[in-house]
Every structure is written in C-alpha cells, then in structure tokens.
C-alpha cells in the first residue's frame, strides 16, 4: 500500500492495514475496545478510521456512526450472540461487520433501511464462518478474518447505498446466524479442536507454543 500498488484502493487497503493492526495490540497484551468482542476487535475501528481518513468526515459525524454500529450491535448481543463460543466467528467478525457496514452507511446518508440492509448482507455473507483459533490463541486465523470483515462491511454498504435491497431482513437474518451458530459442532466454536487449528501445521505450532512456555517455566 505505501509503494502506491494497492488492488483495492487506499480506503480497503487502510482498513485492512487498521483492523489487522488493532488484533496485534491485543495479541501484544495492549488495551483495544471489544466492540463486539476482542477477536473482532479490529473491523469497526478499522473501517471507519480509514473512512475519516479518506473522505474526511468530522469527529461528531463519527461519533453518530458508532451509536448506529452500537444499535447494531445491541440487537445482535440482544437477539442472537457475539461470542464465538457460542456461535462461531460468524458471530463475532460477522457481528463486527454488520456493525461497521451500517455504521458506514449512515454516514454516506444512506437511510435507516439502507443501514439494516448493510447489516443483513455482512452477516449473510460470512454466515457459518467457523471459529478455529490456533493454539487457542486469538491470532491465527482471527486477525486476517477481521480483514476480511472490514472489506466485508465496505462491499455490503456499497451494495446498500447502491439501492440494491436485500432480500432478508435484518432481523430474520440475525436469527438465521444464531441458529447456525447452535448447528456447529463444539469442535468449531473456539474450542482450537477443528478447522485451521486441528491442522498437522496447527497442531504443530500449538504444541511450539506451549512446549516454549513449558520450558520457560
């Protein structure tokens, strides 16, 4: 991105950089906000940092755009879940997405259907995203996953704003995610029993990692 030869431009590539960045403070012991939790830490700030950034909205602007992404939120954590535990990292980065995809809506003067509608779409595109944290560590594979989920909540409010609706509405796919998220087997709900964590490399780097402590000990 500095060498000027981004893909996806420098707002995506700003939100990448910054939602990555917020996950290696937290991996590093260093305060971050858990908005919705702190495996899905980095999406929020990440988007809306880059936006301000990039398009120069005021702080008060941004200030309205996190009460819409804590509405958001709340009716989530109210209805469904954000822990990854519970429902997977579809309930935690997508949470986290569907957060930042309204948020940024709002603050391109999209409507307050327009924002539900951006929600909905970032939810359903990381609907079933298993959580496989290796090592039982919230690094790997969490820290490119809120990545994915800041390009996510970019891409659904771009959509929205577009005018084109979708099809589910925000509620009904808030209720479709938590009952996928009780479909998933323990093994891919944190547990570091399956997906990228019960990987002949992941097993590998878990028993690196505590085999160190062991000895550090």
């Known amino acids: 991105r500095l060498a000027g030869k981004s893909i996806s431009g420098p707002l995506t590539a700003k939100a990448i950089a910054y939602a990555m960045g917020v996950l290696e403070v937290n991996a590093s012991m260093g305060l971050i906000v858990a908005a919705p939790t702190a495996g899905s830490s980095g999406v929020l700030p990440g ?6 950034e990039e398009h120069g909205f005021s702080d008060a602007e941004m200030e309205k755009a996190l009460f819409n992404a804590g509405a958001i939120g709340y009716i989530i954590s109210r209805n469904a879940t954000v822990a990854g535990a519970e429902g997977g990292c579809q309930a935690e980065v997508g949470a986290a997405s569907a957060m930042a995809a309204s948020a940024l809506t709002e603050l391109f003067s999209g409507t307050p259907q327009m924002c539900l509608g951006a929600a909905a779409n970032a939810l359903s595109n990381l609907l079933g995203l298993v959580c496989d944290p290796i090592a039982g560590l919230v690094e790997a594979p969490c820290q490119k996953r809120n990545a994915i ?3 996510n909540a970019i891409i659904s409010a771009e959509i929205a ?4 609706e979708n099809l589910i509405p925000f509620d009904e796919a808030v209720s479709a995610m938590l009952q996928v998220g009780r479909r998933l087997p323990p093994e891919l709900r944190e547990t570091a029993l399956g997906g990228m964590a019960a990987t002949p490399t992941g097993c590998v780097l ?6 160190g402590q ?4």
């Open 214 to 217: 062991d000895e550090e000990e």
């Open 149 to 151: 989920g800041a390009s």
């Open 161 to 164: 704003l577009s005018g084109v």
């Open 206 to 211: 878990c028993k690196r990692i505590y085999r």
């Open 47 to 52: 988007v809306l940092l880059a936006v301000q």
